[in-house]
């Protein structure tokens, strides 16, 4: 980590959104304060919180705050803590702003340093609320005749006392946006939203065990590499891992998505095992066996799976 004067980036938490393969959350950035911050001109100071004069709502309230800034003209409430650290760090998460700084530095380096960054914050606070939005839209309501994803292609969720277990049905021939495959799960239709929930989610993940088994086994035998183990992953913040003794993770959401998008990620693992990095070698790897890749990763970005909690 460099010096306050400098920037650097770490990884910052973010409990929602996937990024790719262990990259840091593209919502976290650390800032170290920039030598503007020294300049005589005069900025919008932070104020406590408890201090401001009744005014509207801030654009965004993190529910620990104790502070606000006024960006662009926009008040924003956030969390300031003081820790054992060498920059002034911003993490934008779905809570709100968290800004923490080195007990050393004075609150008005801390205030010249928000104002430096608030492009930056404003734009990851409206992706946040955006995401949020998204988020609740796509909960899902666990009950007779719910829609999912599976492969790219929605199924209906049919409770059907008569079958045992769960069964997924299609049908080649049907009416223009209605989805062709039926996913029957043998409950009561008196079952709870929490066991409806439960089958569907253990049906999906022994089907993404058994594609991901498939798709590991073909790909590494065009990559020449050998893959000792494939486990299930439900992280939050990665789609896949690969360690050099030939394991690999892939998170089971992933189901979700159309073939090609999981070649992608399984694609992306094994590259691994032959360069573990993201080096220009390492994504020529990838290009050898998957000629499209950055458009199959482009659709990853962002994208928001249906919320099973």
């Known amino acids: 980590m460099k010096r306050l004067g400098s920037v650097s980036q770490t990884p910052g938490d973010d409990c929602v959104q996937l990024s790719l393969f262990g990259e840091a959350p593209i919502l976290a950035g650390v800032l170290a304060d920039p030598a503007a911050a020294s300049s005589p001109r005069s900025r919008p100071q932070a104020t406590p919180v408890d201090t401001l004069a009744q005014s509207p709502e801030p654009l965004s309230r993190h529910p620990k705050a104790q502070r606000e800034v006024v960006l662009q003209g926009h008040r924003v409430a956030y969390e300031f803590c003081r820790a054992r650290r060498r920059s002034i760090g911003f993490v934008v998460g779905m809570e709100g702003l968290t800004v923490s700084a080195p007990r050393w ?61 769960v069964v997924l049905n299609t049908c080649q021939e049907t009416l223009p946006g209605v989805p062709r495959a039926t996913l029957h799960v043998g409950l009561p239709h008196t079952a709870e939203a929490e066991q409806l929930r439960e089958a569907v989610q253990s049906w999906m993940q022994r089907q993404a065990r058994r594609i991901f088994e498939e798709r590991c086994e073909w790909f590494a035998q065009r990559l020449g590499v050998e893959v000792r183990r494939v486990s299930l992953s439900s992280a939050q913040t990665r789609w896949g891992s690969a360690s050099a003794d030939g394991v690999i993770r892939l998170n089971w959401r992933l189901v979700h998505f159309a073939l090609p998008i999981i070649d992608y990620v399984v694609a992306h693992e094994l590259a691994h095992l032959r360069v573990m990095d993201h080096s220009p070698r390492f994504w020529e790897v990838v290009e050898s066996v998957v000629p499209d890749y950055k458009e199959r990763r482009e659709a990853l970005k962002d994208d928001v799976l249906p919320q099973f909690g």
């Open 105 to 165: 530095v004075p609150l008005s380096e801390v205030e010249a340093a928000l104002q430096e960054k608030a492009g930056w914050i404003l734009r990851k606070l409206q992706e946040q609320q955006d995401r949020a939005r998204r988020l609740a839209q796509a909960r899902v309501e666990w009950k007779d005749g719910t829609t999912l994803p599976f492969l790219g292609e929605s199924i209906i969720l049919v409770l059907d006392p008569r079958q045992t277990g």
